[in-house]
């Protein structure tokens, strides 16, 4: 069956450090995107990208990269880890736009990231 | 401002009995409303999408309905299970855009036996 995985899913680090939390899916969607979910918030988009070599900022960009060299990966990597990146970070991806009704994303089952 | 506002913020209730879910929203225009649930420490997973032009739609023991007049939608679980247990989110699209998805922050349920 295809699916969407992320690894790792737990994860500690310290201030400064460099993360990168990855994933895979293998539907071959074209789209792809990274969100945070933390307490007293809803999931904020992180960042996106809608093909290969497409990358765009979401709502919530500062102090993450991605790259996208393929269709099935959407690596996240925070250059410089600070504890306000303390989080549960999901990828998703969908076959749609998912703005069209057609458009369900689905979620990877998420990377738990702790910075101290 | 949250566009999406969803309540209650938590819920318990005895395995067996119905609840409401709320979801109120400003985003505007609308495109469309789709309601996922969240078990916990796994990512989302789509229940059912509302259009502009429907008012209720059923999946299994979930029942959405929508009012895009009053922007108010409801997720309704019939005969509760104590695997509904799990935070369920409303996410509300802008109508003409690619990526623009407003998330509410969920209802959190407890199913108890």
């Known amino acids: 069956d295809a699916e969407i995985t992320q690894s790792p899913r737990h994860k500690i680090t310290e201030t400064g450090r460099q993360v990168t939390l990855a994933c895979h899916q293998t539907w071959n969607h074209n789209n792809m995107f990274w969100y945070r979910q933390d307490l007293g918030h809803g999931l904020r988009l992180i960042h996106y990208?809608?093909?290969?070599?497409?990358?765009n900022k979401g709502e919530v960009s500062d102090g993450y990269s991605v790259s996208r060299s393929n269709t099935e990966d959407l690596p996240l990597t925070l250059e410089s880890a600070a504890s306000s990146q303390t989080s549960v970070y999901f990828c998703?991806?969908?076959?749609?736009?998912?703005?069209?009704?057609?458009?369900?994303?689905?979620f990877g089952e998420g990377s738990r990231l702790t910075v101290l | 401002k949250n566009q999406v506002e969803q309540s209650p913020q938590s819920l318990i209730i005895l395995e067996g009995k119905n609840c409401t879910l709320q979801c109120n929203y400003t985003v505007s225009p609308f495109s469309n409303l789709r309601w996922y649930k969240q078990d916990t420490g796994r990512g989302p997973v789509s229940l059912t999408i509302?259009?502009?032009?429907?008012n209720t739609k059923s999946n299994g023991r979930y029942t959405a309905t929508l009012d895009a007049d009053t922007k108010q939608s409801s997720l309704h679980i019939t005969a509760s299970q104590l695997s509904d247990s799990a935070s369920y989110i409303c996410?509300?699209?802008?109508?003409?855009?690619?990526?623009?998805?407003?998330f509410g922050k969920g209802t959190s349920l407890l199913v108890t036996p």
């Open positions: 996410v509300v699209t802008l109508a003409n855009s690619g990526y623009a998805l407003n």
């Open positions: 990208s809608y093909g290969v070599q497409d990358t």
């Open positions: 509302m259009t502009f032009s429907e």
């Open positions: 998703a991806s969908s076959e749609r736009y998912p703005g069209l009704n057609t458009g369900e994303l689905f």
